[in-house]
């Protein structure tokens, strides 16, 4: 089946650094990546989402400076938290989906905690 | 824009028996997709059963059946012969395809406790 990897799983990192997130389809093309974020206890949120190749477009009130997205290739999508608070912290959740189909495959998430 | 509402925060069930979750959504479109997920404490997403709106017949996938009721904009989980690996948040998710994105909506999830 279609598989898809975050790396890392857990990150810690200082108030105003930067971190990367990369997601990555390992069996098929992803001709549209979606990034998520989701708070303990609630739905996922959708944060923005990207096709390989082109600008990422962000849902409403999420800050394309601070959650840089790029989609370089039709099997990888990276999600740099930018100059990172401590209410960036949260659980980031990516997914793909191949151009031969509407569904999406979900990545194991990535823990974000910023002290 | 389309909402989808999952109207029980938690419920619970004991092993073995047939618990139903609810699901209702609005759109004004009339072809979509509609999708149950499941989230296990590994925080895996799972896709486990999906719905064609065009399609009058409910899906079913082993245990899991749906109840797709499109005029009045339902779609309910029947899980049958409850296992303690059912334990999960469960999220009613709506696509609607094309304009070149198939974005997810997704419900707030209802948690599901399983009890042996």
């Known amino acids: 089946g279609a598989v898809v990897s975050q790396h890392p799983s857990r990150v810690i990192c200082k108030s105003g650094t930067s971190v990367k997130i990369e997601c990555r389809s390992l069996d098929f093309q992803a001709t549209t990546m979606f990034w998520y974020r989701q708070f303990p206890k609630k739905s996922l949120m959708l944060m923005a989402t990207s096709n390989e190749g082109s600008k990422a477009t962000y849902e409403q009130g999420v800050e394309k400076d601070k959650f840089l997205i790029n989609h370089a290739s039709l099997t990888l999508s990276t999600l740099t938290v930018t100059s990172a608070h401590p209410e960036d912290s949260s659980f980031y959740i990516c997914s793909a989906r191949p151009g031969t189909t509407y569904e999406q495959y979900f990545g194991p998430g990535t823990r974000l905690t910023v002290t | 824009a389309q909402t989808v509402t999952q109207s029980q925060p938690e419920m619970s069930v004991q092993e073995a028996e047939t618990v139903t979750l609810s699901c209702t959504y609005d759109?004004?479109?009339?072809?979509?997709?509609l999708f149950w997920y499941k989230q296990p404490p590994s925080r895996q997403m799972i896709l486990v059963i999906r719905?064609?709106?065009?399609?009058?017949q409910n899906a079913t996938e082993n245990r899991f059946s749906v109840n797709f009721q499109k005029a009045a904009k339902s779609f309910s989980l029947k899980i049958s012969d409850s296992q303690l690996g059912d334990t999960a948040m469960y999220f009613c998710?709506?696509?609607?395809?094309?304009?070149?994105?198939?974005?997810?909506?997704f419900g707030k999830g209802t948690k599901l406790s399983v009890i042996p």
């Open positions: 998710a709506f696509m609607k395809p094309g304009a070149g994105s198939y974005q997810l909506t």
């Open positions: 759109t004004s479109e009339n072809n979509y997709y």
């Open positions: 719905q064609e709106a065009y399609k009058q």
